[in-house]
C-alpha cells in the first residue's frame, strides 16, 4: 500500500549505552589529565564504554548488540513489531562489519520484511539518517523506518592521546519513523566541507604489499582519531546557529518559537556558545553530556530518549536538532515532538 505525500513522526524512541562507566578521575590513571580541565573545557564528567574484556555477565560487546537494544526499546514505545520495519538505516562510523552492521542488527531483531543499510555521515549521522528516512516515507515507499544512531569510538581512540581520548563515549540510540497524516519533520538543511576533511578523521593508512614483481596491493589498517579541536570548536560554533537558522526558515519558524535545542553532545561550551548566537535560554538547552561524553551519532537520539522519558518534552514542543562533525558535515531539523 503507497501513502503517497505522507507525512512523518516519530513513534518511539530508545537507547543502550556502555556498561563499564569511565570518570574523569579513572581517566586521570590513564593519561596526564584531571577531573578540573576535562569539566571546564568539555563539561564532560564520566562516559559509559562498552566492556570487551571477555566477561561472560557483559551481554552488550558489539556495535549491533548495542544498537539492538535501542532498536527494540524504539519499538516497543511504538508499539510495532519487528516484522512491521521496511526500512532499517543504521548511521555509524565504527561499525563492527567494514561491509555495514545493519543487516546484523536486522537479524538480530528479527526484522524479516525489511532492508538494511549504513549510512556514514559522523557525528552528523542521526540527522542525516533523520532526513534520508524522511524521503522514503513522503514519496510513499515506506511506512515504518527504524532509524539507528550508533558508535563505539572507544574502539578508535588513540588511548595514550589525552586530547582526544577524555572526549568519546560509547553509545546507541535509535526512533521508528512513521508515515503520518502530520507532518512533524517542519524543516532541514544540510551541509558538508570536504575541502576542511583534515580537521577530524579515522582514516585508513595503506601499506604496500607486494603480490609479485612490480605489483603491490594496500594492505594497511584504520589509525586511531586525529582531531584538530580548536578548528572543530570554531567550525561548529559558526556553522550550526547558521544551518539552524536555515532550518527554521524552511519550517518558517523563528527562534523564539525553539522549545528545545538539541545539538549533537559534543562539548559544552560549544552548547553553550550555539544557545548564545541564537538568543536562546540556557535552560532551553538538552544536555547529558557530562553522563556519557561524545557518542558520536548516537549523542542526540541519547538525549532525545532522555529528555523524552523523563517528561522533559511534551507533545508539541518544537525542537531544534544539529549534528555536526567529520566530513566535514552538519546539518539541522526542525521537529515538531508528538504525533
Ligand atoms: N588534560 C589536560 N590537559 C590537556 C588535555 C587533557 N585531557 N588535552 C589537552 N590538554 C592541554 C594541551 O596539551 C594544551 O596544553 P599546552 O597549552 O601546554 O600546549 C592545553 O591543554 C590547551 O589545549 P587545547 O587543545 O588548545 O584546548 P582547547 O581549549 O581547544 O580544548 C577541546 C580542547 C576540548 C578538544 C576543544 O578544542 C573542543 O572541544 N573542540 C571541539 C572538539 C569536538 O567537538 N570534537 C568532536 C567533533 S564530533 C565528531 O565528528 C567526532
Redesign the pocket.
Known amino acids: 500500500m503507497k501513502h503517497i505525500g505522507a507525512g512523518i513522526a516519530i513513534a518511539g524512541i530508545g537507547s543502550a549505552t556502555g556498561n563499564l562507566i569511565v570518570d574523569n578521575h579513572l581517566l586521570s590513571q590513564i ?4 577531573d578540573e ?2 569539566s571546564t ?2 563539561g564532560i564528567k564520566e562516559r559509559r564504554l562498552v566492556n570487551s574484556d571477555g566477561c561472560a555477565d557483559l551481554a552488550v560487546s558489539s556495535l549491533a548488540e548495542i544498537a539492538a537494544q535501542a532498536a527494540q526499546a524504539a519499538l516497543a514505545m511504538a508499539e510495532i513489531s519487528a516484522t512491521d520495519v521496511d526500512l532499517i538505516i543504521l548511521t555509524t562510523s565504527t561499525p563492527d562489519d567494514l561491509f555495514g552492521s545493519a543487516c546484523q542488527i536486522q537479524a538480530l531483531i528479527g526484522a524479516k520484511g525489511a532492508v538494511a543499510f549504513d549510512l556514514t555521515a ?2 552528523s549521522g542521526f540527522v542525516f539518517g533523520l532526513v534520508t528516512a524522511a524521503q522514503f516515507i513522503r514519496t510513499g515507499v515506506y511506512r515504518n523506518v527504524l532509524l539507528i544512531g550508533a558508535d563505539i569510538l572507544s574502539r578508535w581512540v588513540d588511548w595514550s592521546d ?2 582526544t581520548c ?2 568519546f563515549g560509547d553509545g546507541a540510540g535509535a526512533v521508528v519513523l512513521q508515515a503520518n497524516s502530520v507532518d512533524r519533520l517542519l524543516g532541514f538543511e544540510l551541509r558538508s566541507d570536504g575541502s576542511q576533511n583534515n580537521c ?1 578523521n579515522l582514516a585508513y593508512k595503506s601499506q604496500p604489499k607486494s603480490l609479485v614483481k612490480d605489483i603491490a596491493v594496500g594492505s594497511g589498517g584504520y589509525q586511531s582519531i586525529t ?1 584538530n ?2 578548528e ?2 570554531r567550525f ?1 560554533v559558526a556553522k550550526v546557529p547558521e544551518v539552524i537558522e536555515k532550518a527554521l526558515y524552511r519550517a518558517n519558524l523563528l527562534t523564539e518559537d525553539v522549545d528545545w535545542l538539541l545539538l ?1 553532545q ?2 559544552q ?2 552548547m553553550d556558545a550555539v544557545a548564545q548566537r541564537l538568543k536562546l535560554p540556557p535552560e532551553k538547552i538538552i544536555s547529558n553530556l557530562a553522563k556519557y561524553g ?1 557518542t ?1 551519532a548516537a549523542s542526540i537520539p541519547l538525549a532525545l530518549d532522555e529528555a523524552v522519558r523523563a517528561g522533559k518534552i511534551q507533545s508539541g514542543d518544537i525542537i531544534a536538532t544539529s549534528g ?3 566530513g566535514l558535515t552538519w546539518g539541522a531539523a526542525i521537529l515538531r515532538w508528538g504525533k
Open positions: 593519561v596526564e589529565t584531571n580541565w576535562i573545557r568539555t559522523a557525528c589525552r586530547s577524555v572526549l577530524l582531531m579541536g580548536r572543530v570548536y561548529a549533537h559534543a562539548n561550551r560549544i561524545n558520536s555536526f562533525g567529520a
